[in-house]
């Protein structure tokens, strides 16, 4: 497939997970990338995936001056943006009375506040049509314990992905959401969870998947590459939910 063929494409949080399988789907679809990554063991992990031909960038996705920073490095290296996968993100689950303001703050800036300013600050590098696709969650939609600020941080994108529309739809820019369920990725081993309370939780959350399983991360960079291309040129504030009918149950 060739369905990215020269386009200038921007993933964040791309060393892992959902965003290093989705640089690998651009790259093979044609596109030029940059990813981002937090650390240099990560970004080197990644450059060990990606080959030689994507570019990267050490960024805190929840600074602010990060993100100007990060965009200036894209015109320098691309001139114009055809697509922006923002995905980077943390994911902390703590009951209510667990929380505290810097705990707070952190997850709101990585999630939220981060991808707004760094939108903001990509607003006259992108082309003239381009593509942005956040990465939400079906947590945004169900009433799971432990997870209000990040499902809060995720509903933020969704509805930033349909008010922005309206705004820049006249400068060529469309803004999507792909929303996964529960998907095989390394953010379950950050949970801090002992390793038999992580699989009894796994197993409690495949139990009520219509389909009995995890998602793999291809299956949902697969929906980011239609949203990337110009094969969506209709969607426009939409969300694509890829949680195996969760969210139906």
Not at 60 to 68: E, S
Not at 77 to 83: E, Q
Not at 115 to 133: C, E
């Amino acid at each position: 497939m060739n369905r990215l063929h020269s386009k200038r494409a921007l993933v964040t949080g791309g060393t892992s997970g959902i965003g290093l399988e989705t640089a690998k789907q651009f790259l093979a679809e044609g596109a030029r990338v940059m990813v981002t990554g937090s650390s240099d063991e990560s970004l080197a992990e990644a450059r060990r995936q990606l080959g030689g031909d994507a570019l990267f960038s050490q960024t805190d996705a929840g600074d602010l001056q990060a993100q100007a920073k990060l965009a200036q490095q894209v015109r320098d290296a691309f001139g114009l943006l055809d697509v922006a996968f923002i995905n980077a993100g943390i994911g902390v689950f703590m009951p209510l009375e667990a929380w505290d303001e810097a705990a707070f703050d952190r997850s709101m800036a990585v999630n939220f506040k981060g991808p707004f300013f760094l939108l903001q600050a990509l607003l006259g590098t992108f082309a003239n049509p381009a593509s942005v696709i956040f990465n939400g969650s079906v947590n945004a939609h169900l009433g799971m314990p432990a997870s209000s600020v990040y499902s809060a941080t995720k509903a933020g994108l969704i509805s930033l992905a349909k008010t922005l529309s309206g705004e820049l739809a006249t400068r060529g820019i469309r803004l999507n959401t792909v929303s996964p369920g529960t998907v095989t990725t390394p953010i379950y081993g950050k949970l801090g969870m002992p390793a038999d309370a992580l699989q009894q939780m796994k197993d409690g959350l495949t139990a009520v998947i219509p389909l009995h399983r995890f998602g793999s991360p291809v299956e949902i960079a697969k929906a980011v590459v239609f949203l990337a291309s110009d094969e969506s040129t209709y969607a426009v504030g939409s969300e694509f939910i890829l949680d195996g009918g969760l969210t139906i149950a």
